[in-house]
């Protein structure tokens, strides 16, 4: 497969959202689609890539920088990570992560984080096997 990683544009909206979609078999929500409408706007706090086959956008990473907060140093967050289904096994999540930890590494960022519910093996196992490990931080919650 000839795969291309990328940063993602305005043309690439509806393809992130359908490859959302496609994942969770319901449609992404108004809150989803301004996330990825904000980074495919682009700043320089936020690095988000695309992965594109034949000219097809098949997967998504979105990530943002955090400056200050909580005691830590300039550090990356991923907020969301996507690869549609009939793409998942081949890799391009790796690539994707690989291209996003790239790049932060040229920034001076020394460390990325990510937030993944507990009971989700397969999430847990894919950030495993990039090397993340458990934090210092703790996620709290409160119910509104």
């Known amino acids: ?3 291309t990683i990328r940063g993602i544009s305005t043309e690439d909206i509806q393809a992130v959202l359908g490859i959302r979609t496609a994942i969770s078999n319901e449609e992404a929500g108004p809150d989803f689609r301004l996330l990825v ?12 890539l695309v992965a594109e086959t034949e000219k097809k956008v098949v997967g998504y990473m979105l990530s943002t920088t955090l400056y200050a907060g909580f005691g830590i ?4 967050w991923i907020m969301a990570l996507g ?10 999540g790796l ?15 020394k460390s990325i984080y ?31």
């Open 83 to 92: 690869v549609h289904p009939d793409y998942m096994g081949q890799g391009i």
């Open 37 to 48: 409408e904000q980074h495919a706007a682009g700043d320089n706090s936020r690095i988000s």
């Open 1 to 3: 497969m000839n795969l």
């Open 114 to 144: 990510s937030s993944v519910l507990w009971d989700s093996s397969d999430m847990l196992s894919f950030f495993k096997k990039l090397g993340f490990r458990r934090s210092d931080f703790i996620n709290l919650k409160k119910d509104l």
């Open 95 to 109: 690539e994707l992560a690989n291209g996003t930890c790239d790049l932060y590494r040229k920034e001076g960022v």
């Open 73 to 76: 140093q300039k550090s990356a």
